[in-house]
């Protein structure tokens, strides 16, 4: 009974794995037939306007965002104005991955271009200066000539300063036309143009350049919004979420209700705390996240207790906190979230904590006051200050596409 109850359980399943398996075949068949292909597309980037570094990587964002998956970028090369007279360039190349088609990636080449302040007016005839210059090099091997788009790129083969950055991430990509390889391309190319490499970095993502700042606070008065703004990069860029652990304080309701008694215990209260915290969650590294960002500095306990406390009080206090800040981990970017008192105000009401209700203006406005003279006395923290009095990130993409906008700027800076 053992052996035939075996048998057919075997025959049973032979039989159910075959009609998996009829079904798979047919579910790979209909993804093959469904799916757009891959296409790989050789992008030149160059600005000469401006913060010529910002802007480029910034367009990279950009063509990862709406385009494809950026897969190579190349070093980064200045050179001279070419076909005109301007201030130099700073030139590169990018190899991307997207499913659309070659007029699909035009017309978001032109809208990123026009989202950064491109002006393409009255310029097809003529070279001009500008912020960014996208041009389409190769889209796949594909020969395309239309009043609109011409790939491969017309005069790739008279341009150095695109022939040398491209050959660093497709030397032996095939022109399919003039039937030669970008290293012999760039080997008889008789542009005579100076082009220096430069030691300049870039990034292919956000994520990939907030990841080599390890750790990002984000600092700022009560009702900032630094714990929102936290969260909201947590969540995009993988990181690791450091946040304060402030509501459960004995101290605070009767704080806001008589300072002078209970300043001390509260500064105190809240210093061992965020030592032991902030210790605890800044050494222990995360293998699965990027870097860390926290909603506060431990240095933010030595801001409010200058404010709150008396100068005796403030002195003993002082010699604590120099003891347990020589021991923590400190913030690559120190980020500070600016807004006016009254709005402070307008965003403590509306977040409806019963013990913030009593907080006064003035004690909003020596906090701030507070920040501003920690961040003028220490310039080796790295602070970046963003006014986001008329902002509203958690309802605008385009207020916190802002703020992560002048982080990035923040950063790159930091890197180069």
């Not at 093959?32 to 891959?38: D, F, R």
């Not at 393409?120 to 200066?129: E, H, L």
């Not at 904590?353 to 920690?374: A, H, S, T």
Request: net charge neutral.
């Amino acid at each position: 009974m053992g052996s035939m109850f075996n048998l057919s359980f075997h025959i049973i399943s032979i039989g159910k794995m075959h009609n998996l398996g009829h079904h798979l075949v047919k579910f790979y068949v209909l993804c093959s037939t469904t799916m757009s292909p891959i296409n790989t597309v050789y992008f030149s980037l160059g600005s000469n306007l401006g913060n010529r570094l910002e802007h480029l990587q910034q367009s990279i964002f950009l063509l990862g965002k709406h385009i494809g998956k950026v897969k190579e970028l190349s070093k980064i090369y200045q050179t001279a104005s070419w076909g005109f007279k301007g201030d130099d360039f700073l030139n590169m190349c990018v190899c991307l991955e997207t499913q659309m088609d070659a007029s699909e990636v035009l017309d978001r080449i032109l809208d990123i271009e026009k989202k950064m302040g491109r002006d393409r007016t009255g310029s097809a005839s003529s070279y001009v200066s500008r912020n960014v210059d996208i041009d389409v090099i190769f889209f796949n091997r594909d020969v395309t000539d239309s009043d609109t788009l011409t790939v491969p790129h017309k005069k790739i083969q008279e341009r150095r300063f695109v022939l040398r950055p491209l050959a660093d991430i497709a030397p032996q990509f095939y022109h399919p036309i003039l039937k030669k390889d970008i290293r012999n391309l760039l080997q008889e190319c008789k542009d005579t143009s100076a082009i220096d490499k430069t030691e300049l970095r870039l990034f292919k993502s956000r994520e990939a350049l907030f990841s080599k700042m390890e750790f990002i606070a984000i600092e700022g008065n009560i009702g900032a919004g630094k714990t929102s703004l936290a969260q909201k990069i947590a969540i995009d860029f993988n990181a690791k979420l450091v946040l304060e652990r402030f509501a459960d304080n004995p101290f605070l309701p009767n704080f806001y209700q008589d300072q002078a008694r209970y300043a001390f215990p509260l500064e105190m209260s809240f210093l061992a705390d965020r030592y032991q915290q902030f210790s605890d969650d800044t050494s222990q590294y995360d293998l699965f996240k990027n870097f860390m960002v926290s909603d506060y500095d431990i240095f933010k306990s030595l801001i409010f207790a200058k404010v709150t406390l008396q100068k005796d009080e403030f002195i003993l206090y002082r010699k604590i906190f120099d003891f347990m800040y020589k021991e923590v981990k400190k913030p690559r970017i120190y980020v500070f979230l600016y807004q006016t008192t009254e709005r402070l105000l307008e965003n403590i009401k509306k977040r409806g904590r019963d013990y913030e209700q009593d907080i006064k203006p003035d004690y909003l406005e020596k906090i701030n006051r507070g920040y501003f003279d920690y961040i003028k006395g220490f310039p080796e923290l790295n602070s970046l200050v963003i006014d986001i009095s008329n902002r509203d990130f958690l309802s605008s993409q385009d207020d916190y596409e802002y703020i992560l906008i002048a982080i990035q700027n923040y950063a790159l800076a930091q890197l180069n």
